[in-house]
T-cell receptor, first 108, second 117 residues
């Protein structure tokens, strides 16, 4: 069993839709990261969370430490949001566990 | 914000040759950098942790003599894939943390797609 589970694995949405990607983890963490991987492979770090909620533009990330669960929301989705979104948890020191990613396609 | 530059972005090499991948922190000092590998449709897997001025720490199952890591300065870490084989074909990506940043945490390089023929 993976330490980090994401759902869904694949997601197709119409432009403008509200999107939610979920992440559950089974280990104690010091922080959780949401990453965006573009088709060419490059990765952008979207959020680092240790509690509560963060917002950046149309992106919102929440975490519930007690339930070991985090969600990434995209409001008013756009085709340029199409990418793979990866949930990563950081445990003691600098060790990361990565989810396998959610492939998002936003259709115009 | 913090930027990590990784070069080259893609490389094709012949079996048996060596390939060097560079990872530079452009506007911050990175005492520690991390090297990951990603096979198609799989998650990122940590290969090794690169520490400036000391030996890298390799994850279990990663051959340190095959994947040579050098972190000679606070802004540069290199990964050399020696005697490359087709099974080494993968996407390699580095990351580092700018301790001056609090919002976004770790910064990732753009990755290197290695194809060994």
């Amino acid at each position: 069993k993976n330490e980090v589970e994401q759902s869904p694995q694949n997601l197709t949405a119409q432009e403008g839709e509200f999107i939610t990607i979920n992440c559950s983890y089974s280990v104690g963490i010091s922080a959780l990261h949401w990453l965006q991987q573009h088709p060419g492979g490059g990765i952008v770090s979207l959020f680092m969370l240790s509690s509560g909620k963060k917002k950046h533009g149309r992106l919102i990330a929440t975490i519930n430490i007690q339930e070991k669960h985090s969600s990434l929301h995209i409001t008013a989705s756009h085709p340029r949001d199409s990418a793979v979104y990866i949930c990563a948890v950081r445990v003691a020191g600098n060790q990361f566990y990565f989810g396998t990613g959610t492939s998002l396609t936003v259709i115009p | 914000g913090a930027v990590v530059s990784q070069h080259p972005s893609w490389v094709i090499c012949k079996s048996g040759t060596s390939v060097k991948i560079e990872c530079r922190s452009l506007d911050f000092q990175a005492t520690t950098m991390f090297w990951y590998r990603q096979f198609p449709k799989q998650s990122l897997m940590l290969m090794a942790t690169s520490n400036e001025g000391s030996k890298a720490t390799y994850e279990q199952g990663v051959e340190k003599d095959k994947f040579l890591i050098n972190h000679a300065s606070l802004t540069l870490s290199t990964l050399t894939v020696t005697s490359a084989h087709p099974e080494d074909s993968s996407f390699y990506i580095c990351s580092a943390r700018d301790w001056g940043q609090t919002s976004y945490g770790y910064t990732f390089g753009s990755g290197t797609r290695l194809t060994v023929v």
